[in-house]
């Protein structure tokens, strides 16, 4: 199935007739996700499921339920690496040291440092590399996030050709208007609203570093272009709804 995400910003795939009964939602860090997670689940009372894997890595999972909708969230390459540098999640220390010229050019190493790291035991598991950060194939770091970006799009867009229930979203035309969305996503899948549609509020919290890093990274966005338009893959991003020539 050839991917092209029009204007609207928005494709569905509905591969089954039973009625949608959970979902999941993938996507890199800062694309959204968690938004439209709580859309979907607050308006349409459908059940997340852990049941796939990971949310921001590639798709590994033996089988799909027929009554499990897959949502997948992507974001513009530059207010992406712009967040990625203010929230560097999983980033080890020496990452989250660098400058925004630094980090974006320096190969993608995450580990494990959740809180909580999805159900393992912590003593274990604190610092270990984070496996679905790496490629798939080759099991190496990515080079720089924008591979990593790369790589991971064309996995979820993979999921229009897996035979499930799917939908790909441009986070651009959810925040325009969440609510357009989520009723085109209700109309293609038949879902019925359980609650009245509210505007979801920003879900994490303001904070200094958060806004000092996001800051920096603005303002070298500017002096770092002709890097970024490198190492974007022009037909993907062009297919996705994102001119990098306009960049």
Not at 85 to 91: I, L
Not at 92 to 108: G, V
Not at 186 to 214: G, V
Request: with cysteine.
């Amino acid at each position: 199935m050839t991917v092209c995400l029009g204007p609207d910003g928005l494709v569905c795939h509905r591969a089954t007739s039973a009625s949608i009964e959970d979902f999941v939602v993938y996507g890199e860090r800062s694309s959204g996700t968690n938004v439209t997670k709580k859309v979907i689940r607050d308006v349409y009372g459908l059940r997340p499921t852990k049941a796939y894997g990971w949310k921001h890595g590639a798709p590994s999972f033996l089988s799909a339920s027929k009554r499990t909708l897959f949502v997948v969230s992507l974001r513009n390459a530059l207010d992406w690496c712009v967040s990625m540098y203010a929230k560097p999640y999983h980033a080890c220390d020496r990452l989250r040291s660098l400058d925004f010229d630094e980090f974006i050019r320096s190969p993608w190493l995450s580990v494990m440092n959740a809180p909580r790291p999805h159900g393992l035991e912590r003593e274990l598991h604190l610092d270990q590399v984070l496996q679905p950060d790496r490629h798939p194939i080759e099991g190496r770091p990515y080079q720089t996030i924008f591979e990593m970006r790369t790589l991971k799009t064309r996995s979820w867009l993979g999921l229009l050709n897996r035979g499930v229930n799917s939908v790909v979203i441009r986070h651009e035309a959810f925040q325009h208007d969440p609510k357009v969305c989520a009723k085109r996503v209700a109309e293609e899948f038949d879902l019925s609203a359980k609650r009245p549609f509210k505007k979801p509020d920003y879900i994490f919290k303001i904070r200094q570093e958060i806004e000092a890093r996001r800051a920096h990274a603005q303002e070298r966005l500017p002096h770092n272009m002709d890097f970024i338009r490198a190492q974007l893959d022009p037909k993907l991003e062009k297919a996705i709804g994102y001119d990098i020539a306009a960049l």
